[in-house]
């Protein structure tokens, strides 16, 4: 298996695809809310450039195909699903990790502003 | 809910379908169904959750992504290291890298590229209009022979005495000519047309230059009973279908009857600035009619070439004396003067006269 650290740095909506894809399978559009979802609106996929990063990442081995069905919003209409791999999993972890550094980093510069007034 | 049933959904589904096509076939092949479904899907939750315009806006926001979206795909992803390139190709590598920029940039903010590059085509048009009309106006010569021997008699329009006064009496010009423009009756044969006409004096034709690409010019004066037209090219064109047989068409114009003795060159471009915008045929003016032997009836715009050795700067003090210190003796005759502080009769230099509205050339 390839070193994960040598997908380091991440795209970040590559990394936010993946993000949403370690809890569950998704399809593609069940992607992008998910995406909105975590961002609080900040991040919105369109479609096409879903599926571009989509077609990156399953080269990469990141994410693979998970079979088609049907689903509640879509009711009797097929979606084929999407899954996270071990690789894709391993990745997200080590980019985790880079971002709490860079986090913990940037809090100890006081550069992170306060949330809630607390 | 059926997506036939949501408000404008299949007109957007067939537009976003179309602008899929920009994306590369392969990737369009692989994913174009799935990308349609997700449109569907989301569109449809826009639309129940929020309403028809939260729709609308989906489908605007990922229409626009499209185009980025296939310029990525045809992107590499990341630079190619050059830097083992021989140096000979490294303009053909600059010139690729910065396209690339480019095409990135564009893929990034498509409506900031569009909006440079709205105003560099703006800037690019104002430039090239500016240009044209100053090439025009003031940098290509007119189209006569020695343009700038050529003056324009200024302070309106002149009499027939005067204006033989100046072409007789004095020395400075090689030759004067008057013009006249009228609009004649033309019984034509399907039915009555107004001719805009040019009534000139002998050695019009020569002093502008114009030729014809029929026939002959108007060379002498007017001879009564023998009245010779000249026709305008595009006159030519629309009333005898450029047929050569014109030569020797009988014309009556405002009830006089005239031959067609030539058609007119179309490269020949006619000095605006006396005779307006558009003529359709020259005739000789009638310099025994009664009309003009009053010297108080203004009626003719004059312009001149100046003799060879004449400078227009030297001019009026050439005319002065030839004229004025004859007019001085002769009662009748008109002082012929530049003087700004006698300002009898004004001229200048025929290239001079030119302004946007009032181009001879």
């Known amino acids: 298996m390839r070193n994960p650290k040598s997908f380091l740095p991440l795209n970040p909506r590559e990394f936010l695809v993946l993000y949403v894809l370690v809890d569950q399978e998704r399809y593609g559009y069940g992607i992008m809310r998910a995406v909105d979802e975590e961002t609080d609106g900040d991040v919105r996929l369109d479609p096409a450039n879903l599926y571009r990063i989509l077609k990156r990442l399953m080269r990469d081995g990141l994410v693979a195909s998970a079979g088609s069905r049907a689903t509640s919003q879509t009711g009797s209409e097929r979606r084929r699903f999407y899954e996270i791999t071990q690789l894709g999993r391993a990745v997200v972890a080590e980019e985790t990790s880079r971002l709490a550094r860079l986090t913990e980093s940037a809090k100890a510069k006081r550069l992170m502003a306060r949330r809630g007034g607390s | ?361």
């Open chain 2, 1 to 361: 809910m059926s997506p036939l049933r949501m408000r404008g959904y299949e007109r957007r589904e067939a537009l976003y379908r179309l602008l899929l096509l920009t994306l590369p076939r392969a990737f369009r092949h692989e994913f174009a169904e799935e990308i349609l479904d997700a449109f569907r899907d989301g569109y449809r939750e826009h639309h129940t959750r929020f309403g028809y315009a939260a729709a609308r806006r989906f489908a605007r926001r990922s229409a626009l992504h499209v185009f980025g979206c296939a310029v990525r795909l045809r992107m590499p992803r990341r630079p190619v290291a050059f830097a083992s390139s021989p140096r000979s190709s490294q303009w053909l590598i600059n010139v690729w890298r910065d396209g690339l920029i480019g095409l990135r940039a564009f893929a990034q903010k498509p409506g900031f590229f569009v909006m440079a590059a709205g105003t560099i085509g703006l800037g690019i048009g104002a430039v090239t209009t500016v240009f044209s009309v100053v090439d025009k106006v003031l940098l290509r010569p007119l189209p006569y022979p020695e343009p700038e021997r050529i003056v324009y008699f200024e302070n309106s329009s002149h009499s027939l005495p005067e204006f033989h006064d100046w072409r007789d009496r004095t020395d400075s010009f090689e030759s004067l000519v008057a013009v006249r423009v009228v609009d004649y009756d033309w019984r034509a044969v399907d039915e009555p047309r107004r001719l805009r006409t040019a009534l000139v004096t002998s050695g019009f034709f020569t002093l502008f230059g114009a030729g014809t690409v029929l026939g002959q010019p108007l060379v002498g004066p007017a001879v009564p009973g023998a009245v010779p037209v000249v026709l305008s090219h595009a006159m030519w064109q629309l009333h005898w279908g450029a047929s050569p047989d014109v030569i020797g068409a009988q014309m009556t114009i405002n009830g006089t009857p005239t031959t067609v003795t030539g058609v007119m060159d179309p490269r020949f471009q006619v000095p605006e600035i006396m005779v307006g915008k558009s003529i359709d045929v020259w005739m000789p003016l009638d310099e025994s009619d009664v009309l003009y032997q009053d010297r108080g009836t203004h009626l003719l715009e004059v312009a001149g070439r100046l003799e060879p050795s004449v400078t227009l700067e030297a001019a009026p003090r050439h005319k002065n004396q030839s004229v004025s210190n004859r007019a001085s003796h002769e009662e009748g005759c008109t002082c012929l003067t530049s003087s700004r502080k006698n300002p009898t009769i004004r001229w200048q230099r025929f290239a001079d006269c030119r302004s946007i509205f009032k181009a001879g050339g």
